[in-house]
């Protein structure tokens, strides 16, 4: 099964950029990469997705590397709200279903 | 309105007892998924249906039985329940065509599970 690599914590301060990291060196050429955030005592929340190209919405902005095997999570401006655990999972088409697999995430904190 | 909803929010009971937590979407989605969150934080994947059939069952023990009524709801019921099943457990939907997995999941807010 694919899985992604992210480091077990980042910090950042309030109103400054952060740049999430995920490899995801087994990735299939159908994989789409997913981040997904979890705030305490809540369900993850999508934040992005993508496939090839970079994307952005509202929350954040997503850099996939050329080669697909790592992509970046971009939050533009960091808010105490946004203190959460943030989890790179690719989800892909399976025999017989459809497979996410989460990983342990990376806990970021925000300082004021 | 909420899009994926959870019944109840905190569930705690004996060990052996049967319970069942209930789960409904309000989003027309096509799929629906139960995960289940334990002490270290790691989410698994336990089934996911799509349009009311079973697709995936990840090694879990029979005595946690889903339940697909309709495409908006996928229930949860587990038979004598033992320590380890203690967890949240989270329901999920996502409008995933013909297994292309480019679709966002919608979770809910999870039941807390503890068993005594």
């Known amino acids: 099964d694919a899985k992604t690599t992210q480091p077990n914590s980042m910090e950042s301060n309030e109103e400054e950029p952060v740049h999430l990291p995920c490899n995801h060196s087994t990735i299939s050429g159908t994989d789409y990469i997913h981040w997904y955030r979890q705030l305490p005592s809540q369900g993850p929340e999508y934040v992005i997705h993508?496939?090839?190209s970079n994307v952005n919405n509202r929350m954040a902005s997503l850099a996939i590397a050329e080669d697909r095997k790592s992509s970046t999570l971009i939050l533009h401006r960091a808010t105490l709200r946004d203190a959460a655990v943030y989890y790179c999972?690719?989800?892909?088409?399976?025999?017989?279903?459809?497979?996410?697999?989460f990983g342990a995430g990376t806990r970021l904190f925000v300082k004021a | 309105d909420t899009a994926v909803s959870q019944t109840p929010k905190y569930l705690v009971t004996q060990m052996g007892n049967d319970k069942s937590i209930k789960c409904e979407q309000n989003?027309?989605?096509?799929?629906m998924y139960w995960y289940k969150q334990d002490s270290k934080k790691f989410l698994k994947i336990m089934f996911s249906?799509?349009?009311?059939?079973?697709?995936i069952n990840e090694t879990v023990p029979n005595r946690f039985s889903p339940k697909s009524p309709d495409k908006a709801h996928l229930n949860l019921h587990i038979n004598s329940l033992e320590l380890g099943d203690s967890a949240v457990y989270f329901c999920?939907?996502?409008?995933?065509?013909?297994?292309?997995?480019?679709?966002?999941?919608?979770f809910g807010d999870g039941t807390r599970l503890s068993i005594l």
């Open positions: 993508g496939l090839t």
């Open positions: 249906y799509n349009n009311k059939e079973l697709i």
């Open positions: 989003l027309g989605h096509d799929t």
């Open positions: 999972i690719l989800r892909g088409r399976n025999t017989g279903g459809f497979k996410t697999i």
């Open positions: 999920a939907s996502s409008q995933d065509n013909m297994g292309y997995s480019n679709q966002p999941q919608h």
